[in-house]
């Protein structure tokens, strides 16, 4: 196929999923998203209409051909360009500037400015009376929490590169206002959470990939990352978090907002696995944090009953040891490392991403701790990312977010994703007894389920 034809087919493509999209839209009587401040978030489609995946095509090829537009030396500039989109992201939670836009109606630049260092002055004033927050582990990251002074100029200059990506608006020279998103950022907890953790924490980790390399070349070590190299001294994720008390409150939720992502919705562990034929079974949800997915699971299956363990750093004050009353019969949560031999006999294991975040010497011990307690039958459900076979592009949103999850994960931790062979190896390694009985990845999941069966006859 020639470039102008290529060109072509996507405008046409394009054309024909848009109709298919809004067509949905107006049967339905629902408007799409839009940067209007009142508009909705999300769109609303079930996952099995054509319409959810019209929309999906529409993302993946209007892509395609904003690229092939630019053509490849443009499309290799704006690469380097658009870094600057991170930059001023991170400005606007740093300073938590949405917050101090009136939620209606315009406010200038000046008095903007003005309000922004008035109470981040009171803040300072107020740490410098009692205790300074805890500080970041590097001591290039300055707490968001008592962030310096910041000159007109520069709150101006952000914010109008923050607008080129339609966060805020001005409505005329020097005046602002919200958008949907930058309303999201004053308004949606995690949404300003999930901004604040990939801006603040992850992109000056990003950048000590280099120095992590040269200072530890070629080691596989958890404590030898970039993350390591950004905190200054060998530490994995967990030992990072457990002394920066603002990054572990932005982890955790910047966690809980993945789990509200389109691919990464927790229905799809809930719909995507036959729950049901564990009859009346215990699952052990390992590394299940404050136990969304079991509350999740549970709601659901009335039968089941689960165990969410997990270290009692990896839980927040605020909701740790808290179920829902009418669950707290059929949920727990305790206190376990998963490196230790596992306590509790059960008819099924969950490790819902959390072999992922550990190299293949790791995962295999996590497998092996839960030996002592398996009996001939028990299931290994393991709920994570699954590399798709390169250059199949068989869903392009799926397979951005497990490569940049797999990227993640090596930055912080040497770890990362698996393809569907490299999981069977990981269960063989572990021990020959678990025996892989199946993978799939439910419709319009990021995730899939790998399962294994401990089999000793």
């Known amino acids: 196929m020639t470039s102008i034809s290529q060109i072509r087919r996507l405008a046409r493509q394009i054309l024909d999923d848009t109709e298919v999209l809004t067509g ?246 809930v719909d995507g696995y036959p729950w049901d034929k564990l009859g009346e079974g215990t699952v052990v949800d390992l590394g299940g944090s404050q136990g969304q997915a079991s509350v999740a699971i549970a709601s659901s299956f009335p039968s089941l009953k689960f165990v969410v363990q997990d270290l009692p750093g990896a839980r927040l004050p605020s909701t740790a040891g808290k179920i829902p009353s009418r669950l707290s019969s059929r949920v727990s949560l305790t206190a376990h490392d998963f490196f230790s031999p596992q306590p509790v006999s059960a008819d099924a294991y969950l490790l819902r991403f959390v072999l992922h975040s550990f190299p293949d010497g790791a995962g295999v011990d996590v497998l092996r701790a839960l030996i002592p307690s398996l009996e001939n039958g028990a299931r290994i459900i393991i709920n994570d990312g699954v590399l798709p076979e390169a250059g199949a592009r068989r869903d392009a949103a799926a397979e951005k977010a497990t490569r940049s999850m797999d990227v993640a994960m090596w930055l912080v931790m040497n770890a990362g994703e698996r393809d569907l062979g490299d999981w069977k190896n990981l269960l063989r390694m572990a021990d020959e007894r678990f025996v892989f009985s199946g993978a799939w990845r439910p419709e319009g999941a990021t995730a899939w389920f790998i399962e294994a069966v401990w089999t000793t006859a």
């Open 24 to 269: 949905h839209l107006e049967a339905q009587g629902i408007d799409a998203p839009s940067f209007n401040p009142d508009s909705v978030d999300v769109y609303s489609i079930p996952k099995d209409e054509p319409a959810s995946k019209a929309r999906k095509d529409l993302v993946a090829s209007t892509k395609e051909l904003r690229d092939l537009a630019m053509g490849p030396k443009e499309n290799l500039q704006m690469l380097g360009w658009e870094s600057f989109n991170i930059l001023s992201l991170h400005f606007v939670t740093f300073y938590n500037i949405a917050s101090f836009v009136p939620f209606e109606g315009e406010i200038s630049y000046e008095d903007l400015c003005a309000k922004v260092n008035s109470h981040n002055n009171n803040n300072n004033n107020n740490n410098n009376k009692n205790s300074c927050p805890a500080p970041s582990p590097s001591s290039n990251s300055p707490s968001p929490s008592s962030p310096p002074p910041v000159r007109l100029s520069i709150l101006r200059r952000n914010l109008r590169h923050a607008i080129l990506n339609n966060i805020f608006r001005e409505t005329r020279p020097g005046f602002v206002a919200h958008t949907r998103p930058s309303l999201l950022l004053a308004t949606d907890t995690l949404m300003y959470s999930w901004s604040l953790y990939w801006t603040h924490y992850m992109w000056p980790v990003a950048t000590n990939w280099a120095a992590a390399l040269q200072r530890w070349p070629g080691s596989e070590d958890e404590k030898h990352t970039a993350l390591a190299a950004w905190a200054g001294k060998e530490a994995n994720l967990y030992d990072v978090l457990g002394r920066d008390a603002e990054m572990q409150r932005a982890f955790q939720a910047a966690v809980e907002a993945t789990g509200t992502s389109e691919g990464y919705d927790i229905a799809f562990t």
